[in-house]
């Protein structure tokens, strides 16, 4: 439980980019009322995604590609099972690749967050290795 404290940041970034992504496309298509239901079924989705990861987080890789890609088509097939059982978006070819785009976007997003988050981390410990 403890490990999946640390992807506050994470499901803070997915839930708020998602909803701005969902606001401004139900605004250009017409519809302006977002529902209680959908977001909190949209956070529950991100929460799932996250609990994925986490699960994942436990397997030893034998390298970092094989962990991403892992990573990616686990979250990426759960974010589809998700809408679907949640019917968050009508499953059209133009919407499945729309919200494939938005996902593939949001999922970069993260990803630089966290290496640059492993990066400063790296740095303070090697000045302080430097100070030795």
């Known amino acids: 439980m ?3 404290f640390n992807y ?3 499901i803070c970034m997915c839930f708020t980019l998602g909803t701005l992504v969902s606001a401004i ?3 250009f298509s017409g ?3 977002m529902g209680n239901k959908g977001i909190l079924e949209f956070f529950v989705m991100i929460l799932v995604i996250h ?3 986490c699960v994942i987080s436990y397997i030893n890789f034998k390298t ?3 962990a991403y890609v892992c990573s990616f088509l686990a979250t990426y097939i759960c974010f589809l099972l998700l809408s679907f059982t949640f019917n968050l978006f009508t499953f059209t070819l133009n919407n499945v690749l729309t919200f494939s785009i938005i996902f593939l976007v949001i999922f ?3 990803d630089l967050y966290y290496k640059r988050e492993a990066q400063i981390e790296a740095d303070k410990i090697n000045n302080k290795l430097s100070k030795l």
Do not use: E, G, R
């Open 31 to 33: 519809y302006t009322a």
């Open 2 to 4: 403890k490990k999946l």
């Open 25 to 27: 496309n139900n605004l």
């Open 64 to 66: 970092y590609k094989q």
């Open 51 to 53: 609990i994925v990861i």
């Open 108 to 110: 970069y997003i993260v």
């Open 8 to 10: 506050i940041p994470s």
